[in-house]
Nanobody, 127 residues
Framework: QLQASGGGLVQAGGSLRLSCAAS????????MAWIRQAPGKEREFVAA????????YYGDSVKGRFTISRDNTKNTVYLQMNSLKPEDTAVYFC??????????????????????WGQGTQVTVST
């Protein structure tokens, strides 16, 4: 089970930190990702991180502004969002993909590769 939190309303230029707490499985067996969906738009891959945090990926629209991290001792993945823009407004979902062996060192960039999803948290950025 994945439980996302930390969304809210923020002015453009502000910051938010999203958290996603996992339970029920061995967290370090999963690559994690943040994916967002704005009204009327397709899901967009925001960021991903490997099991140990050694490899990360960012979508072009958030690169340099967002940072994904994880704490395996707390079974939690984070998304630090800085310099927020109105176009960042969306529901943000955390997602988990089981991995094993060398596959745990890869970043998976297709939304449908993720096995488990959280319920989403709304981020609204005002002008």
């Amino acid at each position: 089970q994945l439980q996302a939190s930390g969304g809210g309303l923020v002015q453009a230029g502000g910051s938010l930190r999203l958290s996603c707490a996992a339970s029920g499985r061995t967290f370090s067996n999963y690559g994690m990702a943040w994916i967002r969906q704005a009204p009327g738009k397709e899901r967009e891959f925001v960021a991903a991180i490997t099991w140990n945090g050694g490899n990360t990926y960012y979508g072009d629209s958030v690169k340099g502004r967002f940072t994904i991290s994880r704490d395996n001792t707390k079974n939690t993945v984070y998304l630090q969002m800085n310099s927020l823009k109105p176009e960042d407004t969306a529901v943000y979902f955390c997602a988990a993909r089981y991995c094993s062996g060398y596959g745990c060192y890869a970043i998976y960039l297709r939304v449908n590769e993720y096995d488990y999803w959280g319920q989403g948290t709304q981020v609204t950025v005002s002008t």
